[in-house]
Structure formats: structure tokens, C-alpha cells
């Protein structure tokens, strides 16, 4: 057995380290905040109101127009002799719920639907953690919003911020042994994870001030008064099944079974997605294989592994405290010698896992007991009504006519589950009168395809994700179509930013904000999330990046072997050789400008779907 190593980190705490430290477990000054009708709140309460699930953003769309008025009243008023006004800044909020492996009842989802309705931007997104999140609400609505959802046990404590965040698993509603066990150590976990404080109680839900402020750290018997040193993720896989992308994970844990007897889980730490384009020591990283525990151990394993991380990650740097830097730093013998000495015991060697695919869970499928459940793929987790698909609407009159359960899943598509034998005709002709049709074919690149929510809300983003993807898809769609790949297995991911929310760092192509306009293109991923991708071109318009993947697909099309996929190609072939393939093609290519636009593009063209 190991010794415990070496004292924790003590070097000089970053600044939402002194503000997380003195904000009395997570309340600081929020209720004052509240407490003014008008403006936004601080920079100290802004990083503590993400533990809250809450974070300021403003429309930047918005912003620009603002702008551009009031340099227009400023020139009017300059005339005149008389300053214009300036204008205020206009903010407004996302709120994400916490859903434990995204599960709701028809009660949750309604009251979810409601409030998008009510007080957001009439739009519901489904995020990549299996949680719902709002866009565009208003301070003064923040309460009753939360007492609503409150009213159906949802929380949106810990959705956000520097502590374990929702955890995920499969979301598949099959009626296994081994699933129910997997669903309830995902219950586990998360409630045995969730922030103790009471700050959430007072500021939200009965205004009652219950802490003293003279308790000591037993408030958070995990966390501390500081928390953790970054956001902390946790997904559980299915056998032979990674939907929930579990090497991107702080903590991946893969069932392994036994027949229908489950044994236990392998543990993966140390995987994560997020990087800076300009800090080289900053990088997306998959887990490593640490070993096997059983299921009675899962709980104390994993509070030991996030307490590893409270003591020893970075606190000095915030682009340095994610677990996987800890992991890549110290290596993964010495970091599992940490957790056995606290442990108490060896953990047991990793085991042989089943090969792994990515499952989307679309479509009907029988559920084992009686019952069907509906996957339904919702493009970029936006649960919205257009003209053609009144997706929100059709899912609301479903949901209150058959009251199914709703399970959301990893790759953002939505499972209405539980649904009787003789009422699957009745709910696909309803949604039909709302324009979702069931058997609408979707192309591969289309079913496996993510994007981030960027702009207009994200107040990271530098490039557009979600309003630009859907075109983009549609051009790869057809240009895959041409060259006879679509039939392949290609996922292609967006993200406004290098901070990966969408994990765009395991899809066989992926597109990362650089700039306004202008991404990173990286190839060579593989869809079951098990193998990074590499950077491939810098710096490509987005007008390109259609252009720059056909060459590429044309080079897999003539030169692939056998079944191989896009991204083991990419792989084999290597970037080099594939740019210089690419850049002859490109360049025979070059005065072919005439391009007709696609039916999702007219469909997109002046239009932003609300966010
Ligand atoms: Fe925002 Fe970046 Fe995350 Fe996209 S990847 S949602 S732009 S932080």
C-alpha cells in the first residue's frame, strides 16, 4: 500500500477561489443582488450564482443592436448639442436543472415547458449533461421559477459550478437488472454529491436565513468551504455502450457484467474536453483506466477520488484545475496509490470491457415489460417550434395526453418513455399534426451531430455552433450523398470555443470557435468517443469548412480499406498527407464558385431560432 503522498496544494488561491472561501457556502451578497429590481449583480455573485444553476448572460445579438443604436443617438445627440443617453446593460439568465441521468416524470416536464413559456425565451435545450436549460430569463422571475420547479422536486443546485455536476448515464429504458442498478447508483452518487448548504433553501425557496454563520466546514463535509477547484463531471456506461461519452469524463465508470448480474464497474479519471487555443499546457484528455471496484464500493470510491481533487488541484490557475491536469501531472500509479491509501486497500485490476459503440436510443423500441419508449432526435437539443416542426408543442400535448415519463439523453435527443402497445399509433399522429413525423429519415451525419449553444448567449463564445450547424449539416449530408458515404457512421461536432461543451474533441470531425467566423478543423476522432481527434487546419472560414471535409470524404471514398471508418482512415493516413490530398483537390476545385442553396439554408437564411 502506498503512503498518502505529498501536502495538499497551498501556493496562492485564484480570485473565485477567495470568492468561493468567503462567500459563506455559496451565499455571499445574492440576496442583496435580488433584493435590487434593476441591473445585474456583481462579478462575486455572478461565479457564486452558478452553483445556484444560475448564470448571467445578455442577449449579445442584442448588445450589437444597442450599440449600434445608441453611437446612432450619441451622433444625433452631438448635433443637437445635447448627450444622448447610454444605454443599459441588458441582462438576463440561463438556469439549468440538475436531472440525475436525465430522467423526468410527465408532471416535471410540463412544469418545464411551462416555465420556457412563461418567463424565458419560449425554448427548452437539452444539454450534452442530460439536463434542461432556460435561456433569456428575467432577474425578477428567477424565484418563482425556482419554486416552481421546486414544487416537482427539481433543483438547480449543482448544476453548474465548481462541484460534481449532474450525473449521467445511459438513458435507454430497458427493463434490465443491471440497468436499474446502474440508474440507481447514478441517484446515489449525485445525491450523496449535492452541496449541503442551505443557501439554495434561503435565497430561492422560503426566504429563511437557517445558517448562523458560525458553523464550521461540517456544512460540507466533502466539498469544504471552498469547494471544488473546478466543475467535476461523472457518467456511468451501459455495457458495450458509450452514449454518455464516459472517457471525456472527471469519472467514467463502465458496468461490467456478467450476464445480468452486475459485477461491478471499471473506473476511468481523468478525461475532460476543454483547452485555450493560445496555452499550449491546456488540453483535451481521455480518462485513464484506473481499475475495478464492485458496487458496494462505488460511493466511497468516488467521494475519496473528488476529495483527491479538493486537495490537490490547482487552485492557483483555473486553466490548470481540472482533474485531468492533477492526473496528467502526478500519472495515474501515483494518483491511484493516493486513493488506495485513503482507501484503505488496493482497488482491483481493470477489466476486460465490451467493445464499445455510441447508441443514440432512436426510435420505437420495446422496453422488456409491456411498454415502448420513443426516441425522437432533437437537432442541437433545441426543443423549439418552427414553422414546419412544433417540436415544443407536439412534445407538450403528447406529454399531457399519455403522460409518459421523458428521459433526456448525452447526445441531446429526447425519450418519451413507458408508452402501452395500443397508444403508439395515437402518439405518432399526434405529433404528426404538429409536423415531428417519426420516420422522417435523418442522415447519420445529422443523428450524430452536436453543436453548443454559443452565440447570441454564451458569454464565451467567439464563433457561432448551433445557429450555424444545421447548414453546415445539410451540406455535408449532401456532399456524403454524392461520394455513396451515407450510410457511414460520421459524427461532426460544433462548439463556439475550445472549452468543449459539446465534446468535440472525440467526433470524427469536429469544428472549434477560433474567431468570428473562423474555426478549427480537427479529424480522426472515432463516434464511440474512445480516440481523440487532431487538429487538422487553423483558421478555416466557416464558409470553408463544407469545402475542406468534401475533400476529405473524396479521399476516403477512393482510398479507405475495406470497412474502415472516416476516422480510422484519418488516422492511418495521417494530417499531413491528408491536407496535401486535400489542398490538390481543393485547388482543381477552386474556380467551381457556383453554389445553389440548400433547403435548410433557406430555412435558416435571416432567421436565428431564438436563444
Ligand atoms: Fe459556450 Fe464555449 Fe461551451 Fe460553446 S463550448 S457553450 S461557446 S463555453
Not at 166 to 173: D, F, L, M
Not at 325 to 334: K, S
Request: charged residues 25%; neutral net charge.
Amino acid at each position: 500500500m502506498a503512503e498518502k503522498s505529498s501536502k495538499p496544494n497551498t501556493s496562492k488561491p485564484n480570485k473565485v477561489e477567495v470568492i468561493k472561501s468567503s462567500s459563506d457556502y455559496l451565499r455571499g451578497g445574492i440576496a442583496e443582488g435580488l433584493a435590487k429590481a434593476a441591473g445585474g449583480f456583481d462579478e462575486q455573485n455572478v461565479q457564486l450564482l452558478k452553483f445556484h444553476g444560475v448564470y448571467q448572460q445578455e442577449n449579445r445579438d442584442e448588445r450589437q443592436a444597442a450599440r449600434a443604436a445608441q453611437a446612432a443617438a450619441t451622433t444625433n445627440g452631438a448635433e443637437d448639442g445635447v448627450p444622448a443617453a447610454r444605454a443599459e446593460k441588458e441582462h438576463s439568465f440561463m438556469l439549468r436543472t440538475r436531472l440525475p441521468g436525465g430522467h423526468l416524470t410527465a408532471a416535471q416536464y410540463l412544469v418545464h415547458d411551462a416555465i420556457a413559456d412563461r418567463f424565458a425565451n419560449g425554448t427548452l435545450r437539452i444539454t450534452t449533461r442530460q439536463c434542461f436549460q432556460f435561456h433569456g430569463l428575467l432577474k425578477g422571475d428567477l424565484q418563482t421559477t425556482l419554486r416552481e420547479l421546486n414544487e416537482t422536486l427539481i433543483t438547480s443546485l449543482a448544476a453548474c459550478g465548481d462541484v460534481v455536476r449532474n450525473v449521467i448515464c445511459c438513458p435507454a429504458p430497458l427493463h434490465e437488472p443491471i440497468r436499474t442498478q446502474i440508474e440507481a447508483v447514478t441517484r446515489t452518487i449525485s445525491d450523496h454529491l449535492l452541496p449541503q448548504t442551505r443557501a439554495y433553501h434561503e435565497l430561492w425557496l422560503d426566504g429563511e436565513k437557517l445558517y448562523d454563520g458560525e458553523k464550521a466546514a461540517e456544512d460540507e463535509p466533502i466539498y469544504g468551504k471552498s469547494y471544488l477547484p473546478r466543475k467535476f463531471k461523472i457518467a456511468i456506461a451501459y455495457p458495450g455502450d458509450n452514449c454518455v461519452d464516459v472517457y471525456t469524463q472527471d469519472i467514467g465508470l463502465v458496468a461490467i457484467a456478467d450476464g445480468s448480474t452486475l459485477l461491478g464497474f471499471n473506473v476511468l479519471v481523468g478525461g475532460g474536453m476543454g483547452m485555450n487555443h493560445t496555452k499550449a499546457d491546456t488540453f483535451p484528455r481521455l480518462g485513464d483506466p484506473l481499475g475495478f471496484i464492485t458496487p458496494d464500493q462505488v460511493v466511497a470510491v468516488v467521494e475519496q477520488i473528488v476529495m483527491i481533487q479538493r486537495d490537490y488541484g490547482n487552485r492557483t490557475d483555473r486553466k490548470q484545475a481540472r482533474m485531468k491536469y492533477l492526473i496528467h501531472n502526478w500519472g495515474i500509479e501515483r494518483f491511484r496509490s493516493e486513493l488506495e491509501a485513503r482507501l484503505g486497500r488496493p482497488l482491483q485490476p481493470f477489466r476486460a470491457m465490451l467493445p464499445l459503440q455510441n447508441e443514440l436510443h432512436l426510435g420505437w423500441q420495446e422496453q422488456g415489460d409491456g411498454r415502448w419508449f420513443l426516441g425522437l432526435s432533437v437537432e442541437n437539443g433545441r426543443v423549439a417550434d418552427t414553422d414546419k416542426r412544433r417540436l415544443k408543442s407536439g412534445l407538450r400535448a403528447v406529454v399531457q395526453v399519455f403522460q409518459p415519463g421523458v428521459r433526456l439523453t448525452p447526445n441531446h435527443d429526447l425519450l418519451l418513455t413507458d408508452i402501452l402497445p395500443e397508444q403508439r399509433a395515437a402518439v405518432e399522429a399526434l405529433l404528426r399534426s404538429y409536423g415531428v413525423h417519426v420516420a422522417e429519415p435523418l442522415s447519420n451525419i445529422q443523428l450524430f451531430s452536436m453543436a453548443c449553444v454559443a452565440l447570441p448567449t454564451c458569454g464565451l463564445a467567439v464563433a457561432e455552433a448551433e445557429r450555424a450547424l444545421p447548414q453546415l449539416v445539410d451540406e455535408l449530408e449532401q456532399a456524403a450523398a454524392r461520394l455513396g458515404l451515407a450510410d457511414e457512421r460520421i459524427s461532426v461536432r460544433m462548439t463556439g470555443c475550445p472549452n468543449g461543451c459539446a465534446r468535440p474533441y472525440v467526433a470524427d470531425v469536429a469544428f472549434v470557435g477560433r474567431s468570428a467566423d473562423q474555426y478549427l478543423l480537427l479529424v480522426g476522432g472515432q463516434s464511440n468517443g474512445t480516440r481523440l481527434n487532431t487538429a487538422y487546419k487553423d483558421l478555416v472560414h466557416r464558409h470553408d469548412l463544407v469545402a475542406e471535409v468534401t475533400a476529405l470524404f473524396d479521399h476516403f471514398r477512393q482510398e479507405r480499406r475495406g470497412a474502415e471508418s472516416f476516422g480510422d482512415f484519418c488516422l492511418r493516413v495521417g494530417v499531413d498527407a491528408l491536407r496535401a490530398r486535400a489542398d490538390r483537390y481543393l485547388a482543381a476545385r477552386s474556380d467551381d464558385t457556383s453554389k445553389q442553396p440548400t433547403a435548410k439554408e433557406q430555412r435558416y437564411a435571416g432567421h436565428s431560432l431564438p436563444t
